[in-house]
């Protein structure tokens, strides 16, 4: 039962609001939040089992508790004294409902069937930025790479030069004491 009208406003739209771990090709959906498109073209988030809504879509999750059943515990342990003959060999896959055709369908087949031509033409777009950046990133990732690797070589030439100068300056002093001791 999720809000027909917010604030005055007709729900145009309703489905489930996206997950923020979503990425192309992988559609997280959150199904008890509601992502809510209203008559003059903004977007809320409600809950999908009252009228409760909220421009802030983590808003609706901690609401989504005052639908839970109080008088169930929250992790409840199953007891069973006997098994039955009724019941079948391996009853947890007995009990689990058959699943609807959308299920056994890819998670990215289902969301880009229900996407209209402007968002699929939005996600095509963002897929190019992201292929976009991601070059960029392995061209930067690989000339960070040869630096790496070239970085021992350099600071084994530099400690070498540095050694080298070192040497130089302690002759020199030397140099220099035995001239001053000459001078005295």
């Known amino acids: ?49 009252c009228n409760y809504t909220s421009e802030n879509k983590h ?3 901690p609401h989504l508790k005052k639908h839970k059943n109080r008088a169930e515990p929250r992790n409840p342990v199953k007891r069973r004294s006997s098994v039955t003959a009724a019941e079948p060999p391996n009853h947890r896959e007995a009990a689990r409902p058959p699943r609807r055709a ?5 998670p990215a087949a289902r969301d880009l069937a229900s996407l209209n031509l402007g968002q699929l033409v939005e996600r095509a777009q963002l897929a190019e930025r992201m292929r976009s950046q991601r070059d960029t990133a392995r061209t930067e990732a690989a000339a960070a790479r040869r630096t790496a690797e ?17 040497n130089r300056a302690e002759r020199a002093e030397k140099r220099l ?4 001791a000459l001078l005295r």
């Open 177 to 180: 004491a035995a001239l001053r």
């Open 102 to 106: 959308s299920e056994t369908s890819g």
């Open 59 to 61: 808003s609706i999750r």
């Open 150 to 166: 070239n970085w021992k070589e350099k600071a084994a030439d530099y400690r070498k030069q540095w050694l080298e100068a070192k």
């Open 1 to 49: 039962m999720t809000a027909t009208h917010v604030n005055g406003l007709a729900v145009v739209e309703d489905q489930p609001a996206r997950s923020g771990i979503s990425r192309p090709g992988v559609n997280v959906v959150l199904e008890q939040t509601r992502h809510l498109l209203l008559a003059d073209g903004s977007e809320v988030y409600g809950c999908l089992h």
